[in-house]
């Protein structure tokens, strides 16, 4: 069973903008699965879809084979949201901001007590929870959006821009902690225009583009499959090169530049080759990433 399923699913808003043209999705359960695409792609369409937010024009979505509108209550039950907007009560402490949250989906209040200290403690910001959401940062106020989704310990959850404004050193806390949450069985769906964010935590993507998905599967596979990596080397004497098995190169000054699909494969008779004509001074491989076949795809 797929943590959730998507087929042909159509948004077209009131204003004629068709955000999404019939898109088919499944996210295995356990995953840690990345939705990318540029600005007014359809991702948060999508999202808002899932969570009840939004309404669909047709087609169908399933969380956990629960229906989103004829079995909506158990669908949204598994799902926890960290939206991309912070949306935080300023008038009531963090502590008390989630054990509301809890009880909205009737986990009762002696459970969700300590369910809010076991979080607040994993996201760094027990000694927060008297403190009103006006009185954090901006890092601090993310980490409580992720609390929030949480708290009532859903097997899935999807964060939309979670580390949007973040410094550094809280996007690797957050890094390392999702992927403790996801080695726990817990499926995640990621949205996030950090493309390395994804490449480094994904394990699956797909790629949504102007309300389709234009490429979907794991995330090494689409890298090789779409992207090239380069072999740059650094000639002493640039002479007459050329290559017997036809690879594509170009030379500026003494640098040689070869795309290859295969670096182990092609590198031993590329050396070779070029060894034959002058002498390499150094060789440099710059391996493609996901960011390469992201603005390949979308163009």
């Given at each position: 069973?797929n943590?959730?399923?998507?087929?042909s699913?159509?948004?077209?808003?009131d204003t004629?903008v068709e955000?999404?043209k019939g898109?088919?999705?499944?996210?295995?359960?356990?995953?840690f699965f990345?939705?990318?695409?540029?600005?007014g792609?359809?991702k948060?369409?999508t999202?808002?879809?899932?969570?009840?937010?939004v309404?669909?024009?047709?087609g169908t979505?399933k969380i956990?084979?629960?229906d989103?509108i004829?079995?909506?209550?158990?669908?949204r039950?598994?799902?926890?949201l960290?939206?991309q907007e912070?949306n935080?009560?300023?008038?009531?402490?963090i502590?008390?901001i989630?054990e509301?949250?809890?009880?909205?989906?009737?986990?009762?209040s002696n459970v969700a007590?300590k369910?809010v200290?076991?979080?607040?403690?994993?996201?760094?910001i027990y000694?927060?929870?008297d403190?009103t959401?006006?009185h954090?940062?901006g890092?601090m106020?993310?980490?409580?959006?992720?609390?929030?989704?949480l708290?009532?310990?859903?097997?899935?959850?999807i964060l939309d821009?979670p580390?949007a404004?973040?410094?550094?050193?809280?996007?690797?806390m957050?890094?390392?902690?999702?992927?403790?949450?996801?080695?726990?069985?817990k499926?995640i769906?990621?949205?996030t225009?950090?493309i390395?964010?994804?490449?480094?935590?994904?394990?699956?993507?797909?790629?949504?583009n102007d309300?389709?998905?234009?490429k979907?599967?794991?995330?090494?596979?689409?890298?090789?499959?779409?992207s090239l990596?380069?072999?740059?080397i650094?000639?002493?004497d640039p002479?007459?090169i050329?290559f017997?098995?036809?690879?594509?190169?170009?030379?500026?000054?003494?640098?040689?530049k070869?795309q290859?699909?295969?670096?182990?494969k092609?590198i031993?008779?590329i050396?070779?080759?070029?060894?034959?004509?002058?002498?390499?001074?150094?060789?440099?491989?710059?391996?493609s990433?996901l960011?390469?076949?992201?603005?390949?795809?979308?163009?």
């Open positions: 069973m943590a959730i399923e998507i087929q699913l159509t948004k077209v808003y004629g955000a999404l898109i088919d999705l499944k996210i295995p359960q356990g995953s990345g939705l990318l695409g540029p600005n792609a359809g948060t369409t999202i808002g879809i899932l969570t009840g937010l309404n669909k024009t047709s979505a956990l084979n629960h989103i004829s079995n909506y209550k158990n669908a039950r598994c799902i926890g960290s939206p912070i935080l009560d300023v008038f009531f402490t502590k008390k989630l509301f949250q809890a009880g909205y989906f009737g986990v009762p007590i369910k200290d076991e979080v607040l403690k994993k996201l760094g000694d927060k929870k403190n959401a006006r954090l940062s890092g106020k993310r980490r409580v959006q992720i609390a929030k989704a708290v009532h310990d859903p097997p899935i959850l821009e580390t404004g973040v410094d550094i050193e809280l996007r690797y957050l890094w390392d902690y999702l992927t403790d949450l996801n080695k726990e069985g499926t769906l990621l949205t225009h950090y390395e964010e994804a490449e480094r935590l994904c394990n699956e993507i797909a790629i949504i309300g389709q998905i234009i979907q599967g794991d995330t090494k596979s689409i890298i090789k499959e779409v990596n380069t072999i740059e650094e000639l002493k002479s007459d050329s017997s098995n036809g690879l594509d190169y170009t030379l500026n000054g003494n640098i040689l070869i290859s699909k295969e670096v182990n092609d031993v008779k050396i070779e080759e070029v060894e034959q004509r002058t002498k390499i001074e150094n060789i440099n491989i710059i391996n990433s960011e390469d076949a992201f603005i390949k795809l979308t163009n």
